[in-house]
């Protein structure tokens, strides 16, 4: 009997299938990297939304710039002369000059006067959020210069896009001389305002085509908790207008800011507002700066004392420089009262150089552009 040899060939390595718990393990390390991107992805999302909003956020600046230039929009040359020139010391004080006070001028309404004889431009309804001026501070005749909420709103309404952002001003002296200087807060309106069946988003912001409720404001707080709210039509509900607050930077810590207790201008004024991260404050040399942070304060710093208790602070970037650092003499270059510092027209520098002020809004803006007008006169 021939014997014929088995030629076949064994299987090898390369040749056989995958085990079970192979392919366990390459599902197990697919889903984990499956998790990693779900994770990345909306983190991704949110970057560029916030990026594509600050694009957004500069172009409404730049038409509100643009609108605000424009004098047969708003002309700002019929402001009064003694507007941000508060008298030191009074205008009964004998010989007391005008000067300029370098703070952004942020009232109580359009009514307030701030030391000098001009009703203060700036929010004169906190029911609507309509901002004006009075170009006659006189009883017997008063002529009001008004851009409503419905002029501030972007894209406008009714002009087939959604308005999504609204804008609001600020106004001072520039530091370096007459002309006038603007600060442009953009807001994202409020995105949960509701909407009626058969009526348009323009509808609920301008109180169009008998929409049911009226007007609603596109940014809103509670006067009486001051939270941020969405306009619901309560009695307590009012614009959130721009806030200020006095603040103060000392030198040894440039990129601290201290938010002094017991002196606030404004309506509501908040430091909750001010100090939460992220938040842009715009301070009296013009520069808008970002809460990065709380730092830790140690009790062997020599301003522990003055950085504490009722004060907070709060880190911001980009810091301050040096010769904006008045630490506890920023007071004593306030346009109040009457001292020889304020008296002397040499001390104006320092006025303007030692920052004592931010503004800000409730709602983080999202964008704040300062921009110089033409010669008030």
Do not use: C
């Amino acid at each position: 009997m021939k014997i014929v040899a088995n030629t076949a060939p064994h299987p090898t390595n390369a040749s056989r299938g995958f085990t079970l718990i192979e392919v366990l393990i390459a599902i197990l390390v697919l889903a984990i990297g499956m998790l990693g991107l779900g994770a990345i992805f909306p983190a991704v999302i949110i970057e560029q939304r916030d990026a594509f909003e600050v694009i957004e956020g500069a172009n409404v600046a730049s038409s509100a710039q643009g609108l605000i230039s424009n004098r047969e929009f708003i002309d700002f040359s019929l402001i009064g002369e003694d507007f941000n020139r508060p008298i030191t010391g009074g205008p009964s004080v004998p010989g007391a000059e005008p000067h300029y006070s370098y703070e952004w001028v942020v009232p109580q309404d359009g009514n307030s006067n701030y030391g000098w004889n001009t009703p203060v431009p700036g929010m004169s309804d906190f029911v609507t959020g309509d901002w004006s001026f009075d170009i006659h501070n006189v009883t017997t005749f008063r002529e009001i210069t008004q851009l409503p909420v419905s002029a501030r709103l972007f894209p406008q309404p009714y002009s087939g896009k959604k308005p999504k952002f609204v804008w609001d001003l600020a106004l001072r002296r520039s530091p370096t001389g007459d002309r006038l200087e603007a600060a442009i807060f953009v807001r994202r309106i409020d995105p949960r305002l509701r909407v009626p069946k058969d009526y348009s988003f323009s509808d609920v912001l301008t109180g169009g085509n008998g929409v049911p409720g009226g007007q609603k404001l596109p940014v809103a707080i509670d006067f009486q908790t001051g939270r941020v709210a969405a306009d619901d039509g309560g009695p307590t509900i009012v614009y959130a207008a721009i806030q200020t607050l006095q603040v103060e930077v000392h030198p040894e810590h440039l990129d601290w800011l201290i938010f002094k207790n017991g002196r606030a201008e404004g309506i509501d004024t908040s430091v909750g507002f001010a100090a939460k991260i992220g938040q842009k404050l715009l301070d009296n040399t013009g520069v808008v700066r970002t809460v990065v942070g709380v730092p830790t304060i140690s009790p062997d710093d020599s301003i522990h004392s003055e950085a504490t208790g009722q004060n907070r602070v709060v880190l911001v970037d980009p810091p301050f420089v040096f010769r904006n650092a008045g630490g506890t003499n920023t007071d004593q270059v306030r346009p109040t009262g009457r001292s020889s510092r304020l008296d002397d027209p040499e001390w104006d520098d320092e006025r303007a150089s030692w920052v004592r002020q931010v503004i800000f809004t409730p709602r983080t803006p999202v964008t704040i552009r300062v921009v110089t007008l033409e010669e008030s006169r």
